[in-house]
């Protein structure tokens, strides 16, 4: 399994912009599928996006479709969530997640690998 680790997250204002970053350890991360999940305070964790491990199959919850975008850089060994337009209902930690099988899916059931998270903040 890979080793995930989250940067990016913070307090931003409604209408704003974060990128968030995952870093992976190992050399088997551009044969992952990757995830991003989010979890709200009292809430259950949520898929937010996803993609495979050529890039090719991306897929997006209803509520971030056309303000987040998921991307990889296989050469980093990184995946990113550029979160625009940000509104205060996108408060949550958020998660990237690895899954080796290497597809996209939205079913946190199929990641083996998991990060800590990072705080994202969205003040109305």
């Known amino acids: 399994q890979v080793q995930l680790v989250e940067s990016g997250g913070g307090l931003v204002q409604a209408g704003g912009s974060l ?39 991306t897929y997006y919850a209803d509520s971030v479709k056309g303000r987040f975008t998921i991307s990889r850089d296989n050469a980093k060994n990184t995946v990113y969530l550029r979160m625009n337009s940000l509104k205060p209902e996108d408060t949550a930690v958020y998660y990237c997640a690895g899954d080796s099988s290497g597809i996209a899916s939205m079913d946190p059931h199929l990641y083996g690998s998991w990060g800590q998270g990072t705080q994202v903040t969205v003040s109305a």
């Open 19 to 57: 990128r968030l970053s995952c870093a992976a350890s190992g050399r088997t991360f551009s044969s992952y599928g990757m995830g991003w999940f989010r979890q709200a305070p009292g809430k259950e964790r949520e898929f937010v996006a996803a993609m495979s491990w050529t890039g090719g199959r």
